[in-house]
């Protein structure tokens, strides 16, 4: 069988000594898991299918809060993880998530902000078509992350979004910034705008006070709106 829809939060505490595993489905074809709610992930292993083939996504309407244990997919097939929710967030203080066949996306509508690191594996992307809030952490691992056109990324770090490296809001291996998303620089502190700012925007391209009206970079030409927040905004 399968575990379609949870109207309510999802909550896994244990999933019994020895390496117990709770599945969505044990073998399935495409399908998608939808929870209303927030998903809490205490302890245990929680996996989506044994055997899946085709499309598979688990949707998260609410936060993800995952304080230890592991999220995985042990089938050679791939599951995206939609966070789906409107001012929700991603935490990850404890365990193991984003290994292999795991991909993370927030869709367009979406609005997470990060209170950990968000990583992704060799493989495998992090689509951001919604606003991604880094504050001061990172999407990071060898995997691929892409900023779709319409998309927003929240950038904390002082050191902006560079091209390459363990340095800025995002440090996969791949990654792909697209002209017509929306840049955020919200940091606390100074920033520049880091190498993988894209040369010409169609996006727009947002700055607090922090950044002093800009963030400090190379010459940049850009055919967005360019914004400074005022004080607290």
């Known amino acids: 069988g399968y575990l379609l829809t949870v109207n309510g939060d999802f909550t896994v505490v244990s999933t019994g000594s020895s390496g117990g595993v709770l599945n969505f489905a044990n073998s399935a074809g495409g399908f998608t898991t939808t929870i209303a709610g927030d998903l809490n992930l205490q302890a245990g292993i929680l996996n989506f299918t044994n055997s899946g083939t085709g499309t ?58 990060l209170n950990n690191n968000l990583p992704v594996a060799s493989g495998q992307t992090c689509t ?18 892409t900023l779709s056109s319409g998309g927003t990324l929240g950038i904390g770090s002082t050191d902006g979004i560079a091209s390459s490296g363990a340095t800025g809001s995002v440090q996969t291996t791949t990654r792909t910034f697209n002209a017509g998303a929306n840049y955020v620089y919200n940091g606390a502190s100074a920033q520049i705008a880091g190498t993988a700012l894209p040369t ?17 970079a190379r010459a940049t030409r850009t055919s967005a709106s360019c914004r400074r927040r005022a004080p607290g905004r």
């Not at 951001?128 to 992350?145: Q, R, W």
């Open 200 to 216: 010409t925007l169609t996006g727009t391209l947002t700055t607090g006070p922090a950044a002093g009206g800009r963030p400090r």
């Open 128 to 145: 951001v078509g919604g606003p991604l809030n880094c504050g001061t952490l990172a999407v990071t691992g060898a995997g691929a992350f």
């Open 56 to 113: 598979m996504a688990l949707n998260v309407a609410g936060d993800w809060n995952q304080t230890g244990g592991t999220f995985e997919e042990v089938s050679s097939s791939d599951v995206t993880v939609n966070l789906t929710g409107t001012g929700k967030s991603f935490t990850l203080s404890g365990g193991t998530y984003g290994g292999a066949n795991i991909n993370t996306a927030i869709p367009s509508g979406a609005s997470i902000p």
